[in-house]
T-cell receptor
Framework: DGGITQSPKYLFRKEGQNVTLSCEQNLNHDAMYWYRQDPGQGLRLIYYSQIVNDFQKGDIAEGYSVSREKKESFPLTVTSAQKNPTAFYLC????????????????FGDGTRLSIL | SQQGEEDPQALSIQEGENATMNCSYKTSINNLQWYRQNSGRGLVHLILIRSNEREKHSGRLRVTLDTSKKSSSLLITASRAADTASYFCATDARFGNEKLTFGTGTRLTIIP
């Protein structure tokens, strides 16, 4: 079955540590996204990528980094510079690139819940 | 910034009743999408409505869009316990940077 796989499901970060969240898709989608969701809140965009080897900052990119070396993979690193990393992180993908990604449904993984030790 | 705001924030109804959720947004859009999120899970796409459409149906779902009022509504008819979830609208701003902006969601509880 095609879909998006996020791992791990739960992750704990020690102070000063960088952690990396994995996101893999086999939908052959060009665009991929990372969102942060805080309790009772909507989704806020961290980074997005419309094509391999290219990505753009979203609304809350500070303290995060990404790479897009393969079409299928879009890992997110939460760096020690992110002082409040506790949240639910969601990865998504969609068809299309350039203009028009907003007219495509986004497919989501089941998230990674990150907490501070 | 949040483009969409859902109303109400929370809604509880009896099974079998209809549920209506509203979304208001601030700037002109190309499209508006509705998503469902079950607790602790990712979002699931429900329906997309374009700015030149006024109404769209999918099974028990009916979405309306009023661009003059910058608002949309999601109606779920004959609700079931399995409809218990949070529902989010997401907008694609006409002069935006090719990304969706999500609202804060409506938490729907269906009482058996």
């Amino acid at each position: 079955d095609g879909g998006i796989t996020q791992s791990p499901k739960y992750l704990f970060r020690k102070e000063g540590q960088n952690v990396t969240l994995s996101c893999e898709q086999n939908l052959n989608h060009d665009a991929m996204y990372w969102y942060r969701q805080d309790p009772g809140q909507g989704l806020r965009l961290i980074y997005y990528s419309q094509i391999v080897n290219d990505f753009q900052k979203g609304d809350i990119a500070e303290g995060y980094s990404v790479s897009r070396e393969k079409k299928e993979s879009f890992p997110l690193t939460v760096t020690s510079a992110q002082k409040n990393p506790t949240a639910f992180y969601l990865c998504a993908s969609s068809r299309g690139s350039g203009t028009g990604v907003g007219n495509q449904p986004q497919h989501f993984g089941d998230g990674t819940r990150l907490s501070i030790l | 910034s949040q483009q969409g705001e859902e109303d109400p924030q929370a809604l509880s109804i009896q099974e079998g009743e209809n549920a209506t959720m509203n979304c208001s947004y601030k700037t002109s859009i190309n499209n508006l999408q509705w998503y469902r999120q079950n607790s602790g899970r990712g979002l699931v796409h429900l329906i997309l409505i374009r700015s030149n459409e006024r109404e769209k149906h999918s099974g028990r779902l009916r979405v309306t869009l009023d661009t003059s009022k910058k608002s949309s509504s999601l109606l779920i008819t004959a609700s079931r316990a399995a409809d218990t979830a949070s529902y989010f609208c997401a907008t694609d701003a006409r002069f935006g940077n090719e990304k969706l902006t999500f609202g804060t969601g409506t938490r729907l509880t269906i009482i058996p």
